[in-house]
């Protein structure tokens, strides 16, 4: 899902935090993609890792990231708002001509009144005609800044930044560790400061708060019913008050005829 309006106007104030990275301490070398012979994407990662269902898990940290031997990056382009990094690793184990590919867009948004880029897709094309794509346009920043996140991969237990979107996807695991990515308006061949990804709702995160949820609506029942049990002692003794004031003795009928009469006989006596 490409990011909204409302969470552009979050900016730096929501979900993104400034962080240097010391790119200097980076053992592998930075990926470019050129446009007029300027860097226009920069991106490294400390390890990556694929697998393919069951099978082992691929390491392509140093193909990819080896300065003494670099991955083939010369089809990657670069235009004003669309920008495409592809890695051609070529045949490694049971892969046919192995490539991963990232789709980068650049996009302006009023409400924030500045430029964001993201990385749309994640692919890996193999086998000659075989492709499993991936969606990624939840990894995205200010054009000013990089975006630097500890996971982007497709497992669940690193919030799955990227998405299964074809078939062939769903069989796959990819993991990118100490992701950091540029684009668009990189300055002197360097990253800039890093808006760095915040994946609060990772499973943990997420069951402790149904599990404070429960707790907090079982509280809540149970303060009610305190109040209205307290409510209904209270109506109890106002009524037994009410009622003890309503109570009267109501005199013998006899006793005012008796005094008529003996009034009576007074008057005959005079």
């Known amino acids: ?54 099978q082992k898990q691929l390491d392509l940290t140093e193909r990819a990231f080896s300065p003494q031997k670099p991955v083939d990056t010369s089809q990657s382009v670069c235009r004003q708002d669309k920008a495409t990094l592809i890695m051609r690793f070529g045949d490694v184990e049971d892969l046919k001509g192995l490539s991963i590919r990232l789709q980068l867009s650049n996009t302006f948004y009023e409400s924030s009144d500045q430029w964001w880029f993201s990385v749309d897709s994640v692919s890996l094309l193999y086998n000659t005609s075989e492709e499993a794509v991936f969606n990624a346009s939840d990894v995205y920043a200010p054009a000013s800044s990089s975006y630097h996140c500890l996971h982007v991969s497709s497992l669940q237990r690193y919030s799955a930044l990227l998405l299964p979107s074809t078939d062939p996807a769903r069989r796959w695991t990819v993991t990118f560790t100490n992701f950091q990515i540029q684009a668009f308006n990189v300055t002197a061949g360097k990253f800039s400061p890093a808006s760095v990804c915040a994946t609060f709702m990772t499973p943990a995160i997420l069951m402790g708060l149904v599990t404070s949820l429960i707790l907090l609506l079982v509280l809540a029942y149970a303060l009610h019913m305190v109040v209205h049990l307290k409510h209904i002692e209270h109506d109890d003794e106002r009524k037994a008050d009410e009622h003890k004031a309503d109570v009267y003795f109501p005199q013998s009928p006899e006793r005012p005829e008796r005094c008529c009469l003996e009034g009576d006989a007074e008057k005959n006596i005079l």
């Open 1 to 54: 899902m490409s990011p909204t309006d409302e969470e552009m106007a979050q900016g730096d104030g929501g979900m993104w935090m400034e962080e240097r990275l010391m790119s200097a301490n980076q053992p592998f070398r930075q990926l470019q993609v050129l446009s007029n012979g300027e860097p226009c994407v920069l991106f490294q990662a400390r390890k990556l890792s694929l697998r393919y269902e069951k």
